[in-house]
């Protein structure tokens, strides 16, 4: 049977627990961490999977999804046993502009400073 295509969901968890189709993305979170870059900026088209990509790491790393590793079993980045110590065991601050829809700064409170 074939797999259903999860538009517009940007949560992680939801396309890998439904069994949507999934591009396996997960060796980003492997190139990042080996990169050492102190910042990383991720700029894509629209409708790229930026978000998507974001809420995989923050999955991955956060305290609050410590042990909680099952979502990640049948990924690439699981199978190297080096980031199974890594899942769960940072404090991440996420935040997301996706749903910010604005068509011009006309009469928008803009804070610049």
């Not at 295509?5 to 439904?18: K, P, R, S, V, Y």
């Not at 410590?66 to 890594?86: D, T, V």
């Not at 601050?93 to 804070?111: D, H, L, R, Y």
Request: hydrophobic share 35%.
């Amino acid at each position: 049977m074939p797999r259903t295509t999860a538009l517009g969901i940007q949560d992680f968890e939801t396309i890998i627990q439904n069994n949507y189709f999934y591009v396996d993305k997960t060796n980003f979170i492997r190139e990042w961490w080996e990169n050492g870059s102190s910042v990383t900026l991720l700029t894509r088209p629209r409708r790229f999977g930026k978000t998507l990509n974001i809420n995989m790491a923050e999955r991955f790393f956060s305290l609050n999804y410590a042990g909680q590793y099952s979502i990640f079993e049948s990924l690439n980045i699981w199978k190297e046993e080096k980031y199974h110590s890594l899942q769960g065991t940072y404090p991440v601050i996420s935040f997301s502009f996706a749903n910010v829809k604005e068509n011009t700064f006309e009469g928008k409170n803009v804070f610049i400073g």
